[in-house]
């Protein structure tokens, strides 16, 4: 399943020296489980487990959106993705 509204979306990894271009629900699922590993965030973990519980096209926005919220208020979201427009 491919992410709605936009193409992809770029992310930093903390601790990664690349960009991560997000593209598919699949590419959003693994990104959040490495996040989960180095950071061991509450929020992150309740965050993964929605995502692998989503079973619906609205469970999986909603997921990639919290996704999208998480990164923006950590600053790791990277400016240039088409997905900033849709922030809320």
Avoid: C, E, H
């Amino acid at each position: 399943m491919f992410l709605p509204r936009a193409d992809y979306l770029d992310a930093n990894l903390p601790g990664a020296s690349q960009t991560v271009r997000i593209a598919s629900f699949y590419d959003a699922n693994v990104f959040v489980r490495r996040w989960v590993i180095r950071d061991k965030d509450p929020v992150l973990k309740a965050l993964l487990r929605d995502m692998g519980t989503a079973n619906s096209f609205a469970a999986t926005d909603s997921a990639i959106l919290r996704l999208q919220q998480a990164l923006a208020s950590r600053g790791l979201l990277v400016m240039t993705s088409p997905l900033l427009n849709a922030v809320p």
